[in-house]
């Protein structure tokens, strides 16, 4: 797939099938994450767990809130979810979820270029953070905290390319 079309082809799943993705797909999503950018090149001050533990995903779902109405919230069926943690920055408060996304959109589109679906998800993650016990599962580094996660697992149906226009988003220009 060539760059442009893997990014106008991304889009969000919230349907996966019950089979895990394979170990390369992984080392690809994984390595995808660390070409992302990161802020003065800090790479030590970010963090991913990768959970394939469906008990895990389990445990969290039965503790989120239902807000959204969409089946299996938050994590939609998927058996691989990447939670994507940074440690706070003295800087810039907004170094570690801007880092944070990088990556995760670095993985969505890694994803894409292997024909699975993805989402990203920060709708569940307060809920996370405010259970301690549930957080400590996730075995963070000292330090580091969760900013959002990535989901990803075999679909369905192939993504199409979608056509994409340039209303989507307001645009001004000063030239
Ligand atoms: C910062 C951020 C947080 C998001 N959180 C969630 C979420 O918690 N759950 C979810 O299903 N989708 C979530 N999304 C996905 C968006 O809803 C989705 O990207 C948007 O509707 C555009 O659709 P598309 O990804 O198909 O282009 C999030 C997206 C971003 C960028």
Redesign the pocket.
């Known amino acids: 797939m060539q760059a442009l079309e893997m990014l106008f082809t991304r889009?969000?799943s919230?349907s996966f099938l019950p089979q895990k993705i394979s170990g390369q797909e992984l080392q690809t999503l994984l390595k995808a994450a660390s070409a992302a950018p990161v802020g003065l090149g800090k790479f030590e001050s970010v963090h991913l767990t990768v959970v394939e533990n469906a008990e895990l995903l389990a445990q969290i779902t039965a503790n989120t809130e239902n807000k959204s109405g969409r089946e299996q919230y938050?994590f939609y069926g998927a058996q691989t979810v990447i939670f994507i943690a940074a440690a706070p920055s003295a800087r810039f408060k907004e170094i570690p979820m801007a880092n944070a996304?990088c990556i995760a959109e670095n993985i969505l589109l890694a994803a894409t270029e292997q024909g699975l679906g993805s989402?990203?998800?920060?709708?569940?993650v307060p809920e996370l953070k405010a259970k301690g016990d549930l957080l400590a599962r996730l075995n963070l580094p000292q330090g580091m905290e969760l900013q959002?996660a990535v989901a990803v697992g075999k679909i369905a149906e192939p993504l199409q390319e979608r056509q994409i226009t340039l209303d989507k988003i307001s645009i001004n220009y000063i030239r």
């Open positions: 889009q969000t919230r938050p996304c989402v990203i998800m920060l709708g569940f959002i």
